[in-house]
C-alpha cells in the first residue's frame, strides 16, 4: 500500500474535508490531498506571524530582546496564559514568539501582529513565492466573525468572554470563509514555509534557526507529532470549533526531514452545548493526524 493510499485512508472514515500535502526534502517526493485548496489556518497562521517578527527584526526595526508591555486592550479569548497575568507585564519579543508558538498565546499573537502589520506579512509571503497565505484579520476580527460580533469596533475582552460562554459559532461568518478575505493558506504553502525555516530561506540563517528552535519546543503534540520521537518535530497547530490543523516539519536526522502542512473541516453537525460529541470527533480527527504522522515517519521517502 502506497503511502498516499495510506494516508488517504487515515482521513477517510472520518467524513471531513481535508487538505493535506508532505514534501520528503531530500527527494522532493510529495504526497497530497487538495493541497492549494484554502483553509481558514487557525492558529497555523502564527507561523507567518513568527517568519515577519524575525525578518522586522533583521532590518533593525527593533531587537528581539525588546520588551514590550501588555495593556488590558491586548488581551484576547481562548488558548494562552497572557491574558490572565497582570496588566503591565513586559515580555520581551522573543519571549512572545515562544509563547505563540509553543502555548499557541492568543494575547501574544495579537501583540506581535499589531507590531509587524498583516500588509507586511501578506508581502513577505509573497516575496517567498507564497501566493496561498492570507493574513486578512486580526486576532478581535477573527473572534467577531466567528461569533456573529461587530468587527468594528474590536469586540473588547469581556464581550469576547461573553460570547465565548453563551454564544455559537456562525459557520457563515467571514471566519469559516476560504477566500483571501480571511485568514486561510493552503496545506501546500504552510509546508512550503515551514521547509524554508528549516532550510534558512526564510530569512537569515541565524533567525531561521531560532525559529525552528521555537517550533520544536512545541508543546501541543496531539496531532501529527503524538507516535513520533521527542523533539523530533517542529510543529504548529491551529484550532476553531470544528476546524483541526497542523504544519511544520519532520526530522527524522538532520539531513532526512519532511516537511507537512495538514488541515481539516469536519461538518458533523454540532449542537451548542454538546461539549461531549465536539471532543469525541476531534479526537478522532486529532487521530487521524497522529496516525499520518506515523506513516509519514514509518515509510515516506524511505
Given at each position: 500500500?502506497?503511502?498516499?493510499?495510506?494516508?488517504?485512508?487515515?482521513?477517510?472514515?472520518?467524513?471531513?474535508?481535508?487538505?493535506?500535502?508532505?514534501?520528503?526534502?531530500?527527494?522532493?517526493?510529495?504526497?497530497?490531498?487538495?493541497?492549494?485548496?484554502?483553509?481558514?489556518?487557525?492558529?497555523?497562521?502564527?507561523?507567518?506571524?513568527?517568519?515577519e517578527?524575525?525578518?522586522?527584526?533583521?532590518?533593525?526595526?527593533?531587537?528581539?530582546?525588546?520588551?514590550?508591555?501588555?495593556?488590558?486592550?491586548?488581551?484576547?479569548?481562548?488558548?494562552?496564559?497572557?491574558?490572565?497575568?497582570?496588566?503591565?507585564?513586559?515580555?520581551?519579543?522573543?519571549?512572545?514568539?515562544?509563547?505563540?508558538?509553543?502555548?499557541?498565546?492568543?494575547?501574544?499573537?495579537?501583540?506581535l501582529?499589531?507590531?509587524?502589520?498583516?500588509?507586511?506579512?501578506?508581502?513577505t509571503?509573497?516575496?517567498?513565492?507564497?501566493?496561498?497565505?492570507?493574513?486578512?484579520?486580526?486576532?478581535?476580527?477573527?473572534?467577531?466573525?466567528?461569533?456573529?460580533?461587530?468587527?468594528?469596533?474590536?469586540?473588547?475582552?469581556?464581550?469576547?468572554?461573553?460570547?465565548?460562554?453563551s454564544?455559537?459559532?456562525?459557520?457563515?461568518?467571514?471566519?469559516?470563509?476560504?477566500?483571501?478575505?480571511?485568514?486561510?493558506?493552503?496545506?501546500?504553502?504552510?509546508?512550503?514555509?515551514?521547509?524554508?525555516?528549516?532550510?534558512?530561506?526564510?530569512?537569515?540563517?541565524?533567525?531561521?534557526?531560532?525559529?525552528?528552535t521555537?517550533?520544536?519546543?512545541q508543546?501541543?503534540?496531539?496531532?501529527?507529532?503524538?507516535?513520533?520521537?521527542?523533539?523530533?518535530?517542529?510543529?504548529?497547530?491551529?484550532?476553531?470549533?470544528?476546524?483541526?490543523?497542523?504544519a511544520?516539519?519532520?526530522?527524522?536526522?538532520?539531513?532526512?526531514?519532511?516537511?507537512?502542512?495538514?488541515?481539516?473541516?469536519?461538518?458533523?453537525?454540532?449542537?451548542?452545548?454538546?461539549?461531549?460529541?465536539?471532543?469525541?470527533?476531534n479526537?478522532?480527527?486529532?487521530?487521524?493526524?497522529?496516525?499520518?504522522?506515523?506513516?509519514?515517519?514509518?515509510?515516506?521517502?524511505?
Open positions: 500500500m502506497s503511502v498516499q493510499s495510506q494516508i488517504e485512508a487515515a482521513f477517510a472514515p472520518l467524513g471531513i474535508e481535508v487538505g493535506f500535502s508532505a514534501t520528503h526534502l531530500p527527494t522532493g517526493e510529495t504526497v497530497a490531498i487538495n493541497p492549494h485548496e484554502l483553509f481558514p489556518t487557525a492558529s497555523t497562521y502564527k507561523i507567518p506571524v513568527m517568519v517578527v524575525y525578518r522586522q527584526a533583521e532590518e533593525g526595526r527593533f531587537k528581539m530582546s525588546d520588551r514590550i508591555e501588555m495593556t488590558d486592550a491586548q488581551r484576547i479569548v481562548g488558548s494562552g496564559v497572557i491574558q490572565k497575568l497582570d496588566a503591565g507585564l513586559k515580555p520581551t519579543i522573543r519571549d512572545l514568539a515562544m509563547l505563540m508558538i509553543i502555548i499557541s498565546d492568543n494575547t501574544a499573537t495579537h501583540m501582529q499589531e507590531l509587524v502589520g498583516n500588509a507586511n506579512i501578506n508581502a509571503m509573497r516575496r517567498l513565492g507564497l501566493q496561498n497565505i492570507h493574513l486578512a484579520l486580526s486576532m478581535p476580527e477573527l473572534f467577531a466573525h466567528g461569533y456573529a460580533l461587530p468587527p468594528v469596533p474590536p469586540p473588547s475582552y469581556a464581550q469576547m468572554q461573553e460570547a465565548g460562554r454564544g455559537d459559532m456562525d459557520y457563515s461568518g467571514l471566519a469559516f470563509h476560504r477566500t483571501p478575505q480571511n485568514t486561510t493558506s493552503s496545506a501546500a504553502d504552510m509546508a512550503a514555509l515551514s521547509a524554508m525555516i528549516l532550510q534558512g530561506k526564510a530569512g537569515t540563517a541565524a533567525s531561521c534557526a531560532d525559529m525552528m521555537i517550533l520544536r519546543a508543546q501541543l503534540r496531539d496531532r501529527v507529532p503524538r507516535y513520533l520521537p521527542d523533539g523530533a518535530v517542529g510543529n504548529k497547530t491551529g484550532s476553531f470549533r470544528k476546524i483541526r490543523n497542523d511544520g516539519v519532520i526530522l527524522r536526522s538532520e539531513t532526512d526531514a519532511i516537511s507537512f502542512g495538514v488541515y481539516t473541516f469536519d461538518p458533523t453537525p454540532i449542537p451548542r452545548g454538546n461539549s461531549r460529541l465536539l471532543a469525541e470527533r479526537a478522532l480527527v486529532n487521530g487521524a493526524m497522529a496516525e499520518a504522522g506515523m506513516i509519514l515517519w514509518d515509510s515516506f521517502g524511505r
